[in-house]
């Protein structure tokens, strides 16, 4: 069977993105979604993302890791999904859609794609990390030699090792530049290596450093390895809401499969 795809793009985080509207994907088929996402096989990406029709909103997100199984939340796959239903003529500048974790309102003005993340009700500090969930779960902690170090490996051990075990994390490593950024490399879980970007990561991260008294501020600078995101957020009582990842989506190319 053709496909016809897009291919989207947030911060080096690739997607590709299948209109399905017309319900007529086999979203079962998790070894044709794997093959889409290979990156020597198939298309190549980090994740395939379906729009999809919604009763009460603009559209419905259902993501797919690289590995073909459904997964939780990604944000900068939302971030690219508004992006791609502004193309589609969905949605012109403001979007409200239903991803695995619930309702997203966002907003786009060109390449800028601003995707409101669900609140953050609990910080989890250990010794020698955070753990929390911003629709993913994430891991955090701090890594000074994060240019060399060897992310793929440690990333691994920590994402299958106790508490997470078979369930698993996303692994973030950390280092402070300045008192509103951040350097963040992030070991995704379903891509089982570094992507370039992770936007429920950064918002992690951002949260994080503001939990842990690394930063006063509440808009926050992530440089991650394919560009530059922003996080800003309220706080009240350690509670995180108002929650907003900002960051470009682009569109790369089009084909058929």
């Known amino acids: 069977m053709q496909h016809t795809f897009y291919k989207y793009q947030g911060t080096g985080n690739d997607f590709v993105m299948i209109d399905n509207r017309q319900q007529n994907f086999d979203k079962n088929n998790t070894k044709r979604i794997a093959f889409l996402c290979d990156r020597r096989f198939g298309i190549g990406a ?9 009763p009460d909103y603009d559209f419905k997100m259902v993501y797919y890791n690289s590995d073909g199984n459904q997964s939780s939340m990604c944000g900068n796959g ?3 999904l508004v992006a791609f239903a502004r193309q589609l003529g969905v949605i012109t500048e403001k979007a409200v859609f239903e991803a695995i974790d619930g309702l997203h309102y966002a907003n786009i003005e060109g390449d800028i794609v601003t ?3 669900q ?6 500090k250990y010794d020698t990390h955070v753990f929390l969930d911003t629709g993913s779960p994430h891991h ?7 240019q060399t170090f060897d992310i793929k490996t440690e990333g691994a051990r920590i994402r299958y090792g106790a508490p997470y075990n078979e369930a698993g994390s996303n692994v973030n490593f950390v280092k402070k530049l300045t008192d509103d950024t951040f350097r963040v490399r992030t070991y995704e879980r379903g891509v089982e290596d570094e992507t370039l970007s992770c936007g429920t990561g950064v918002t ?4 994080a ?3 842990l008294g690394e930063t006063q501020k ?3 600078n992530l440089n991650v390895e394919g560009g530059a995101l922003q996080v800003c957020f309220d706080v009240q009582n350690s509670s995180y809401s108002n929650v907003w990842l900002i960051g470009a989506a682009k569109f790369v190319f089009e084909g058929v499969i």
């Open 119 to 124: 609140d953050v009700n609990a910080v989890e």
């Open 204 to 207: 992690a991260v951002a949260i």
């Open 115 to 117: 995707l409101q993340m």
């Open 46 to 54: 980090d994740g395939l993302i379906l729009l999809e029709d919604h």
């Open 78 to 80: 939302g971030r690219c």
């Open 209 to 211: 450093m503001h939990a």
């Open 140 to 146: 955090v902690q701090f890594e000074d030699h994060i």
């Open 218 to 220: 509440t808009k926050v």
